[in-house]
């Protein structure tokens, strides 16, 4: 699908942004491979992995999702787009709310745009759980940031652009994460752990980036698409990172969740579960008549159903989240 294609993606020098670089790379042969961030430095960077003499399809383009101009500029050609660009730090989005409110809603807003624009084939937009019943201003804001990708199919007309979305938890071992955080504590033998009923779900780079590649081929306009991944409880991430280490009670933070949500109980009426993940299908009056989406093995969830870390079905133990601690973006 992606050979000899033009492919962008937004926030393109981010921890996601460079693996899921490594991995099209690895796997396609595409036209083009645009990469498209606001830090030069980065660019340079990854520039020094990736030198034009060896990776003549990658292309690297300054810019900002909030400037609408650049984005129409960025996407002429470009086929498929990954939109990948957002302020994503809980408290840095409490405390800059206008900022965040300026790169993850009105950014959606200018990809949606330049995409219908300029006839991009197919957008995907990466979420979170915090999308999913919101208690903080980063979820309240890609809660909207995904409204407005599915609604983006409503608005390309004839231009047959097709927006989805995928939502998946915090990923393991990256930034502002708590494996690193336990990782740097445990030189201290005191783990701060916020509250010891807390969950999470689990999910790698890799297996974030493999699960964002297979929905842009199958998507059909419209769907969130949720995974089916791990929980595990965070006092046993403490014992796996350090089991000899004190565990030092903080209580939570503001804006935390004691678990983690993907589909809440409200979306799970008009989601269908597959063998490997979800789709919370979009509220569109052509969907299911036109892709029949329960024929291909899709079948509808249980009254009062929600997918939550802390009720989930497969958890890792403390072995294999210690396999997984040396994992890195």
């Known amino acids: 699908m992606f050979n000899g294609q033009n492919i962008l993606i937004t926030g393109g020098t981010g921890s996601f942004g460079k693996k899921i670089v490594k991995t099209v790379l690895e796997l396609y042969k595409p036209r083009k491979l645009i990469i498209f961030s606001r830090d ?3 660019q340079y960077e990854m520039a020094q992995t990736y030198p034009s003499s060896k990776y003549s399809c990658i292309r690297y383009f300054i810019g900002d999702v ?8 960025a ?12 302020l994503k730090q809980v408290p840095a989005c409490e405390y800059n709310p206008f900022e965040a409110i300026k790169t993850n809603v009105l950014g959606a807003q200018n990809v949606i745009g330049a995409a219908i624009a300029q006839k991009v084939k197919k957008v995907i937009a990466l979420s979170t759980d915090k999308a999913a019943n919101p208690v903080n201003l ?12 599915i609604a983006g199919n409503s608005m390309s007309g004839d231009a047959e652009t097709r927006f989805s979305v995928v939502r998946y938890g915090n990923v393991v071992g990256s930034r502002g994460s708590v494996i690193p955080f336990f990782l740097d504590r445990k030189k201290t033998g005191i783990l701060p752990v916020t509250d010891e009923r807390m969950t999470r779900f689990s999910i790698t780079l890799q297996e974030g980036v493999n699960f964002v590649l297979k929905n842009l081929e199958r998507m059909h306009g419209g769907e969130v698409f949720v995974p089916k991944i791990p929980s595990y409880r965070i006092l046993d991430v403490a014992k796996a990172v350090a089991p000899e280490a004190k565990v030092e009670i903080t209580g939570i933070r503001p804006g935390e969740k004691l678990h983690e949500l993907m589909i809440p109980e409200d979306e799970a009426r008009h989601t269908l579960e597959f063998e490997d993940y979800y789709i919370i299908q979009p509220d569109f009056h052509w969907w299911t008549k036109e892709y029949e989406l329960k024929s291909s ?10 997918y939550k870390s802390n009720t989930n079905e497969y958890w890792l133990t403390v072995d294999e989240i210690r396999k997984l601690i040396d994992v890195r973006p």
Do not use: M, Q, W
Request: hydrophobic content about 35%; glycine content about 12%; aromatic content about 12%.
């Open 40 to 42: 030069e430095l980065k």
């Open 66 to 73: 909030r400037d609408a101009a650049r984005l129409n500029e």
């Open 75 to 86: 996407f002429r050609g470009v086929d498929y787009v990954i939109h990948a660009a957002a």
């Open 138 to 149: 980063y979820g309240a804001t890609k809660l909207c940031s995904d409204k407005l990708f």
């Open 297 to 306: 093995g899709g079948k509808t969830c249980p009254d009062g159903f929600s």
